[in-house]
T-cell receptor
Framework: SQQGEEDPQALSIQEGENATMNCSYK?????LQWYRQNSGRGLVHLIL?????REKHSGRLRVTLDTSKKSSSLLITASRAADTASYFC?????????????FGTGTRLLVSP | KAGVTQTPRYLIKTRGQQVTLSCSPI?????VSWYQQTPGQGLQFLFE???????NKGNFPGRFSGRQFSNSRSEMNVSTLELGDSALYLC?????????????FGQGTRLTVV
């Protein structure tokens, strides 16, 4: 079963605008990871945020994590057409040396030139 | 460093056949996990291997199996294929050096069952 629910399911913006995607989850986690997927290809790792972190930046990406609300957001600033993809959050639970990722439903982002 | 390599990229099989998919993790990574992605169910965890041992398995029938070799390369096998097994199969590699480590994915194998 999927732990994460992402919102919105689809987002359409113009180049230069910011895109915000949200992810909610149900259980305690060790970390949360965001991935990008271009039309049915592999997942590209974007960023990992630990459960004791509240915000993390990587280039044009900003991720926040609110463990009290069990939610995370991914902000892409100054979007480009090349950012068009599906974005997934994955919660990670680490137990006895094993890290299991549970993926959200994904947000399809379309950035128009 | 080379990334995660999955072969083949595309496969077409007939119902009832079996298939073997291969995954070579990033050098030095000992954990390999497999996921199935379908439009209806999204990304679902299949199983994870570490040092040739399966440590965890998702909720899939016994037709889905796997193994890991001493060089950390992994294979997954699906026997008696069904139409519903058509999916993108993704392999992830991780060092698991701490409890917060990234999982890196390959390009996937697109399996079509006809």
């Amino acid at each position: 079963s999927q732990q994460g629910e992402e919102d919105p399911q689809a987002l359409s913006i113009q180049e230069g605008e910011n895109a915000t995607m949200n992810c909610s989850y149900k259980t305690s986690i060790n970390n949360l990871q965001w991935y990008r997927q271009n039309s049915g290809r592999g997942l590209v790792h974007l960023i990992l945020i630990r459960s004791n972190e509240r915000e993390k930046h990587s280039g044009r990406l900003r991720v926040t994590l609110d463990t009290s609300k069990k939610s995370s957001s991914l902000l892409i600033t100054a979007s480009r057409a090349a950012d068009t993809a599906s974005y997934f959050c994955a919660t990670a639970i680490f137990n006895t040396g094993f890290q299991k990722l549970v993926f959200g439903t994904g947000t399809r982002l379309l950035v128009s030139p | 460093k080379a990334g995660v390599t999955q072969t083949p990229r595309y496969l077409i099989k007939t119902r009832g056949q079996q298939v073997t998919l291969s995954c070579s993790p990033i050098s030095g990574h000992r954990s390999v996990s497999w996921y199935q992605q379908t439009p209806g169910q999204g990304l679902q965890f299949l199983f994870e291997y570490f040092s040739e041992t399966q440590r965890n398995k998702g909720n899939f029938p016994g037709r889905f199996s796997g193994r890991q070799f001493s060089n950390s390369r992994s294979e997954m096998n699906v026997s008696t294929l069904e139409l519903g097994d058509s999916a993108l199969y993704l392999c992830a590699s991780s060092s698991l050096s701490t409890e917060n480590t990234e999982a890196f994915f390959g390009q996937g194998t697109r399996l079509t069952v006809v």
